[in-house]
């Protein structure tokens, strides 16, 4: 299954929850993001998931190899957001439903 179909798969998974609003829904920044309560939780650039989660996540994955800091073509890297590499084991989803739980909290 391509990146793409993975990330479609997700977002059947999740829209349709309360408070989460699929892609699409808003241009500009995030336009292919799902959203809890407006914020992003979770989207798909560059052919990557992308997700928010809490920094001392994002470090261990990034440790493991797991992928990135996702770089918004600031030249900076964020702290909080991770880009998976395609090729990580990681479960997409179960990964996203960790990012809706910490943007949920914020």
């Known amino acids: ?31 292919s993001a799902l959203r809890t309560h407006g914020r992003i939780f979770a ?20 440790e493991g190899g797991h992928g990135v800091r996702f770089d918004a073509n600031k030249g900076t890297p964020m702290k909080e957001w991770l880009a998976l ?10 990964l996203a439903e960790e990012a809706l739980e910490f943007v949920g909290r914020k």
């Open 1 to 31: 299954m391509s990146p793409e179909e993975r990330f479609e798969v997700l977002v059947d998974e999740f829209t349709g929850r309360p408070g989460i609003t699929p892609p699409g829904a808003t241009g500009g920044f995030g336009r």
């Open 43 to 62: 989207m798909f650039v560059r052919g990557q998931l992308v997700l928010k989660l809490p920094r001392g996540r994002v470090d261990e994955l990034v």
């Open 85 to 94: 590499d395609a090729g990580s084991p990681q479960p997409w989803s179960a």
